[in-house]
């Protein structure tokens, strides 16, 4: 599945991006962003590759990667599930949902099931506190969430893959 996502082809589009910029001075959050699209997330290999083509260390691509919580190393499954953490989303139950998805799944915050389907993550606020708590799947967002719904949305997901 690896060698899949860092296919030539994903290289060759991120390269033809990279040359394509008005300006790669102060492009490199663009063009990261770009990179996770396409390969879902920044090995040290992409992050080599960005820092060969835009002319700049190494060390500044993975010092932006490791800054910004957008960005990750590791590949995240097919379905992302974000739980808000924020103030809002905790007083009304998150934390609950968050420990029913890490139960349903058997994988804890910030890993990938072994199926490479659903991976569970954490957000500190999401911006939609009159739903609380939220929870998002790729994009899609859920307000109101219970620990009821954990099932029944995994489940609908799950028929998604047939």
Same mark, same amino acid.
């Given at each position: 599945?690896?060698?899949?996502?860092?296919?030539?082809?994903?290289?060759?589009?991120?390269?033809?991006?990279?040359?394509?910029?008005?300006?790669?001075?102060?492009?490199l959050?663009?063009?990261?962003?770009?990179?996770?699209?396409?390969?879902?997330?920044?090995?040290?290999?992409?992050?080599?590759?960005?820092?060969? *083509?835009?002319? #700049?260390? =190494?060390?500044?691509?993975? /010092?932006v990667?490791?800054?910004y919580?957008?960005? $990750?190393?590791?590949? @995240?499954?097919?379905?992302?599930?974000?739980?808000?953490?924020?103030?809002?989303?905790?007083?009304?139950?998150?934390?609950?949902?968050?420990?029913?998805?890490?139960?349903?799944?058997?994988?804890?915050?910030?890993?990938?099931t072994?199926?490479? *389907?659903?991976? #569970?993550? =954490?957000?500190?606020?999401? /911006?939609?506190?009159?739903?609380?708590?939220?929870? $998002?799947?790729?994009? @899609?967002?859920?307000?109101?969430?219970?620990?009821?719904?954990?099932?029944?949305?995994?489940?609908?997901?799950?028929?998604?893959?047939?």
């Amino acid at each position: 599945m690896c060698t899949n996502k860092l296919s030539t082809e994903k290289f060759k589009e991120l390269e033809t991006f990279i040359e394509n910029l008005e300006e790669k001075e102060g492009a490199l959050i663009e063009v990261l962003h770009k990179a996770q699209g396409l390969f879902g997330y920044l090995p040290p290999k992409v992050q080599q590759f960005v820092a060969d *083509k835009l002319n #700049i260390p =190494v060390s500044k691509v993975c /010092g932006v990667v490791s800054f910004y919580s957008y960005f $990750t190393t590791k590949p @995240k499954g097919k379905y992302v599930i974000s739980i808000c953490m924020g103030t809002a989303c905790f007083v009304k139950g998150s934390g609950d949902v968050l420990k029913e998805f890490e139960r349903t799944l058997s994988v804890k915050a910030g890993e990938t099931t072994p199926d490479s *389907k659903f991976t #569970i993550d =954490v957000l500190r606020c999401v /911006g939609a506190c009159g739903l609380a708590p939220v929870v $998002t799947i790729n994009n @899609k967002v859920y307000g109101h969430f219970t620990t009821d719904m954990v099932s029944k949305v995994l489940n609908e997901y799950k028929e998604l893959e047939g």
